[in-house]
């Protein structure tokens, strides 16, 4: 059994936080084990719920069409949330739910050990780039132990918002020469509160 298929077991078996009652299907995540690149987005959402997938209602269809414009499919990166579990009627998720999920998202960035992580939208951009503002950073990339970190737009929140879009799409398509480019980023020293993520 694969590390990630293990992993997968354990999450399902979590009963940290109240959503795992009210869930219908544990989203752990999926995609390559050996991916380049590992996406992180927010919550599953309902149909996220339903079939235990991550990013597959509207805004995981926008998500494909991103990728596809960089010449990718989805079975080529990974796909995760900050939450594993849908928080009942889609509202935020809270923060003790996110203390309480990181560790499967760390042991996903350990076993994956992705080149490139990239945030989708704010609540997993809050976990790379403490205090930043997501209008001032998206589409810049930053380098800490040789990952590249880069914030993007949440899939949702760009298809709803014609701007964004515009601003999502430019993003994902400087994604492919910030890879072949990663050895000119320059390192930045992590916060502490970021330590203890790239300790994974
Ligand atoms: N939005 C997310 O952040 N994640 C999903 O899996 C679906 C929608």
Redesign the pocket.
Known sequence: MSALTELYQEIARCQQCGIAKTRNRV?PGEGAEDAEILFI?????W??DQQG?????P??QYLDELLALIGLKREQVY?A??IKCRPAANRDPLPVEIRNCRQWLERQIEIISPRMIVT??R??MAMFFSGKSISKIHGTAQKRNDVIYYAMY???AALHQGSLRQEIEADMLKIPSILEQARAIPETEASPQQLKMFEV
């Open positions: 989203v987005g927010e919550a599953p959402g149909h996220e997938r991550p990013f597959v209602g805004a995981g796909i949330n900050v989708l939208g609540y997993s949440h899939p949702a």
